[in-house]
């Protein structure tokens, strides 16, 4: 069976699933999923270098926003 973002187990009821891949430099950009929905990547084209992150409401699960944080340029 599939599970929600590719997971190897499904989640219980009333949790979110997600999965945060950091990437490897230039070669695989990060990518944030949460309950089977892609935030972040590569191919939406919202992703930076450096610190990538996504705010969520907890309760409904409803994405507020997203960012990058580059930590080399200071």
Do not use: E
Request: a positive charge; one cysteine or more; proline letters at 4%.
């Amino acid at each position: 069976p599939r599970h929600k973002c590719g997971n190897q187990k499904s989640c219980p009821q009333n949790y979110f699933a997600f999965k945060i891949i950091s990437g490897a430099a230039n070669v695989v950009g990060p990518s944030i999923c949460f309950d089977d929905l892609v935030l972040m990547s590569s191919v939406k084209n919202n992703i930076g270098r450096g610190l990538n992150i996504a705010l969520v409401n907890g309760t409904t699960g409803q994405l507020l926003k997203t960012d990058a944080f580059d930590m080399y340029s200071g």
